[in-house]
């Protein structure tokens, strides 16, 4: 668990490439949301949810709407903001099944009270893979008024620390590897394979 951390689970994605809403795909034998779920609750107990899918309700943390329709991500994490009990809030995406606790433990020690710090994979920076201080939520809100719904730019305006965890000894890429496609599911079955988890 991290310390005065609220996890989010962003799961309001409308899912169009997956052709059905991809949160309830199962790998390796669960649903996407709980893996997610899952994750959520091993970094924080003060877990929830952002997603306006009803079929979310039956989860056993609480479920919010987002604040502001059809602005993406960046409203998800808005609204994850408002509602947050703690000074900082862990962001999760819901297709991303290995994602873990190791991954948000290396995020924390860069908390900054004024700005993100957010996860750069093999593949670039991952917003949703990041740590928010409840602070800049005025600065969130004024951007989606301006319907400006860029999260890189609004990283870049923030100046946002980034960890680069391509470069750690350790590092796996199945880590960040998302579900976009249902062939994915058995991409990503096949990378597991070939390397252990490592997800402690």
Same mark, same amino acid.
């Given at each position: ?35 997610? +779920?899952? *994750? $959520? &609750?091993?970094?924080? %107990? ?13 989860? /056993? ?15 998800? +994490?808005? *609204? $994850? &903001?408002?509602?947050? %009990? ?13 994602? /873990? ?100």
């Amino acid at each position: 668990m991290l310390a005065h951390v609220t996890s989010a689970l962003i799961a309001g994605c409308k899912s169009k490439r997956f052709g059905s809403p991809k949160e309830f795909a199962e790998f390796d034998g669960k649903k996407l949301i709980d893996h997610a +779920i899952e *994750t $959520a &609750l091993s970094i924080s %107990k003060s877990a929830i949810i952002v997603g306006s899918r009803l079929q979310t309700r039956n989860a /056993n943390i609480p479920v919010y709407d987002d604040l502001v329709d059809n602005c993406g991500p960046i409203g998800g +994490i808005y *609204t $994850a &903001l408002c509602h947050a %009990k703690d000074k900082y809030v862990a962001v999760l995406p819901v297709d991303m099944p290995l994602l /873990n606790l190791k991954v948000y433990r290396a995020l924390y020690p860069s908390l900054n009270e004024d700005k993100p710090v957010v996860a750069c994979s093999h593949k670039g920076i991952e917003p949703l893979v990041s740590i928010w201080p409840v602070k800049v939520v005025d600065q969130l809100k004024d951007q989606i008024e301006k319907k400006d719904f860029r999260l890189y730019y609004l990283l870049k305006k923030l100046a946002a620390i980034e960890i680069n965890f391509a470069s750690l000894p350790d590092y796996k890429h199945h880590w960040f590897e998302n579900i976009n496609y249902k062939k994915d599911i058995n991409l990503l079955k096949n990378q597991t394979k070939l390397a252990p988890l490592n997800i402690k």
